[in-house]
């Protein structure tokens, strides 16, 4: 069975930092792109970074570059996403994607950050 279970995610003040993590299992972590896509309330899917297999290449939504820092450590099958200095506009649910080497695409369930003072 696939899994991609977030955490991390919490209550940060402006200006503030979170670490998001998002453990993989059920499939071939290595094989996988992997991005953080977020929704904030009332809005749609917004993606926010990405990652190639090995970690060679980043990719961030303009709204995330100098603040977001995407990561993995393939031997443990974990994608990070450090978050600093927090805006407001930074509330969210965060989810971890998966886009196997095959085409399969794969969630998790989501993890809540809200940022405010």
């Known amino acids: 069975e696939v899994q991609l279970v977030e955490s991390g995610g919490g209550l940060a003040q402006p200006g503030g930092s979170l670490r998001l993590s998002c453990a993989a299992s059920?499939?071939?972590?290595?094989?996988?792109?992997m991005n953080w896509v977020r929704q904030a309330p009332g809005k749609g899917l917004e993606w926010v970074s990405g990652?190639?297999?090995?970690?060679?290449?980043?990719y961030y939504a303009e709204s995330a570059k100098g603040r977001f820092t995407i990561s993995r450590d393939n031997a443990k099958k974990t994608l990070y996403l450090q978050m600093n200095s927090l805006k407001p506009e930074d509330t969210a649910v965060y989810y971890c994607h998966a886009r196997h080497v095959y085409g399969s695409d794969f969630w998790g369930q989501g993890t809540q950050v809200t940022v405010s003072s």
């Open positions: 990652i190639t297999w090995n970690g060679g290449s980043t």
């Open positions: 059920g499939f071939t972590f290595d094989d996988a792109q």
